[in-house]
């Protein structure tokens, strides 16, 4: 970590210590909402995705408290689904999920949709076969 990106996790290690719409650099919002779950490089392929909205200030990618937890909230038909699966949690209707389900919710769902890809050959290996020299 950089030193004051350091120096600000250190100061507010936890979430409820920032404000909802004070900015912060992705390297600070890894560092204080996901633990360790998800890291920058995460984050911006979340930004990529069109997952997490942030704002480009001076060089950098800025993003909120609010955008983080709006980020990892699931999604009701990420709810609905989930109920399916594992039958119910014994929690009342409604029930809102906690940040860690809700972390652990998409951990799954990136490691499900991971199963069983297989990264495709580059053409230049295809083209460089080995062929035997031959003697005449």
Do not use: C, Y
């Not at 920032?18 to 600070?28: C, G, T």
């Not at 060089?59 to 980020?71: D, Q």
């Not at 940040?99 to 580059?122: E, V």
């Amino acid at each position: 970590m950089e030193g004051r990106t350091l120096e600000r996790v250190l100061e507010r290690p936890l979430p409820e210590d920032w404000s909802d719409d004070e900015p912060m650099s992705l390297m600070v919002a890894a560092a204080v909402f996901t633990k360790g779950v998800l890291s920058v490089n995460g984050l911006r392929t979340a930004v990529k995705n069109k997952e997490l909205r942030v704002t480009r200030a001076a060089g950098k990618i800025l993003t909120t408290k609010r955008e983080v937890l709006r980020m990892l909230a699931p999604r009701d038909d990420e709810i609905a689904s989930t109920h399916e699966q594992a039958g119910s949690t014994g929690a009342p209707p409604g029930a809102a999920p906690s940040l860690q389900a809700a972390l652990f919710l998409k951990m799954q769902q990136a490691r499900a949709s991971s199963i069983g890809k297989q990264r495709t050959r580059d053409a230049t290996t295809d083209r460089k076969k080995f062929e035997p020299e031959t003697t005449n």
